[in-house]
């Protein structure tokens, strides 16, 4: 398996742009999950998806954060409109299933810089 | 929510030496805690994990030992190698229907050869 894909890998946009960022998770896993890591907040959790659901969305920033899972082996991350603050690295992970009895596997991060 | 405090943000240690990692946590339901360690501009990746019916887990130079009474549990590496340099993260899985982990501020391991 090629692990969980995300892309892109880099972003460099302007403040007020849209941004989407995606997922692919490993196939057969059934929870989904998007961090975001900076070096004042560390990894935060922004939202979970388990079968495609969101379960706790209560990590998303604001509004201007929205997440989708259409289907089994795709999901988004979109900001709209992007700030500086924005900045960060996203990790998209997945799991088997229940935490407490399984791995978290991370895709390599999408690196966005908001000018 | 859960709150997790990891100490200490920075280590330094000889190559050789012995490194210690430790964290706490707030909410007694909690039940798996893993380590993850994040090597400069890649991933965060399981090391090791312990369940709470088990005091102490091994698995060859890493180690991690959970005391549930105190709520803490730390990681332990010896003979250290400048391969093991990195940031370390401890978590913690939250009680409730969704299970989430809350990660631990992060511990930079430099392994000084």
């Known amino acids: 398996d090629a692990g969980v894909i995300q892309s892109p890998r880099h972003e460099v946009t302007e403040m007020g742009q849209e941004v989407t960022l995606r997922c692919k998770p490993i196939?057969?896993?059934?929870?989904l999950f998007w961090y975001r890591q900076t070096m004042m907040r560390g990894l935060e959790l922004l939202i979970y998806?388990?079968?495609?659901?969101?379960?706790?969305d209560s990590g998303m920033p604001e509004d201007r954060f929205s997440a989708k899972m259409p289907n089994a082996s795709f999901s988004t991350l979109k900001i709209q409109p992007s700030e500086p603050r924005d900045s960060a690295v996203y990790f998209c992970?997945?799991?088997?299933?229940?935490?407490?009895?399984?791995?978290?596997?991370f895709g390599e991060g999408s690196r966005l810089t908001v000018l | 929510g859960e709150n997790v405090e990891q100490h200490p943000s920075t280590l330094s240690v000889q190559e050789g030496d012995s490194a210690v990692i430790k964290c706490t946590y707030s909410d007694s339901a909690s039940n798996y805690f893993p380590w993850y360690k994040q090597e400069l501009g890649k991933r965060p990746q399981l090391i090791i994990d312990i369940r709470s019916n088990v005091g102490e887990k091994k698995d060859q130079r890493i180690a991690v030992t959970l005391n549930k009474t105190a709520k803490h549990f730390s990681l332990h590496i010896t003979e250290t190698q400048p391969e093991d340099s990195a940031v370390y993260f401890c978590?913690?899985?939250?009680?409730?229907?969704?299970?989430?982990?809350?990660f631990g501020s992060g511990t930079q391991l430099t392994v000084l050869p």
């Open positions: 992970a997945s799991s088997v299933g229940q935490l407490d009895t399984g791995e978290l596997f």
């Open positions: 978590a913690v899985t939250t009680s409730g229907s969704a299970r989430q982990l809350t």
């Open positions: 196939s057969g896993h059934n929870s």
């Open positions: 998806f388990n079968n495609n659901v969101p379960i706790d």
